[in-house]
């Protein structure tokens, strides 16, 4: 099927057939482009969402050294993730600009996994580029194929047996991983006015857009993307995601 208003396939609503979710990305502000605003109508709706990020974001101001920008960007966080109803975030203490891909990333994500057992995992996307053709980070690209290879990891206790030492049986309950601005995605979720407080939840970033060297505008942003994913959905604002079954 096709929405002639955009000549683009229309959307499938994304499901929303669980209880517990687990947000992970690299850094401070990864989810709030978008993702958070589904993440607050969940949690309205009584669904537990846990972020987990991989750093601190220290790297991100230019202008001001990493030792200042981490705590100033882990407070804004969790400022962020309040807002849009999200109690719990965690960091892993990785170094922002320089995650690697690999086992020790895989075992750190199996490991949240295990302890706080989601249904659902959400992250951004980990492709090369960005829908539209922008460069995606690396940081991005690392951590976002590590939680989807971490998801299957969770479930085998013969992978990361070590995590059995710290208490934490196998979890093999992740049913679907939610790819935010990602290329092929086939599903929305309609936010509703919940928006509102996905655009609270980005503004939430201050020292971040107060030191980009440009303004930037997180309403206009979020509503004019939403407004086109809306579109394709059947409803006023939506926030899409490509869903994969685990």
């Known amino acids: 099927m096709t929405d002639t208003s955009t000549s683009q396939p229309a959307l499938e609503p994304v499901p929303e057939d669980w209880r517990r979710g687990l947000g992970i990305v690299a850094h401070p502000d990864d989810l709030e482009y978008g993702a958070s605003s589904a993440v607050a109508k969940w949690t309205a709706a009584g669904k537990e969402v846990t972020y987990v990020l991989a750093s601190r974001g220290e790297a991100g101001i230019g202008a001001w050294p990493p030792e200042k920008t981490g705590s100033i960007r882990e407070a804004e966080e969790i400022e962020s993730a309040r807002l849009v109803g999200v109690e719990s975030v965690q960091f892993l203490g990785y170094q922002d600009g320089m995650i690697e891909p690999g086992l020790h990333l895989r075992r750190d994500l199996a490991r949240a996994i295990r302890r706080h057992q989601p249904e659902v995992v959400i992250t951004i996307s980990f492709d090369v580029a960005f829908p539209g053709g922008g ?107 490509r869903v994969l079954r685990v």
């Open 135 to 241: 460069l995606n980070q690396a940081d991005h690209r690392a951590v976002g194929l590590a939680a989807c290879d971490a998801a299957r990891d969770a479930g085998n206790r013969w992978i990361f047996p070590e995590l059995l030492d710290e208490g934490l049986e196998p979890w093999g309950g992740v049913r679907y991983i939610f790819i935010a601005a990602a290329e092929g995605a086939a599903h929305a979720c309609d936010v509703g006015d919940a928006l509102d407080r996905g655009i609270a939840s980005l503004r939430a970033h201050h020292a971040y857009f107060d030191n980009l060297g440009f303004d930037f505008d997180p309403d206009g942003f979020l509503r004019e993307s939403a407004s086109r994913t809306g579109s394709r959905l059947g409803c006023q604002y939506a926030i899409e995601f």
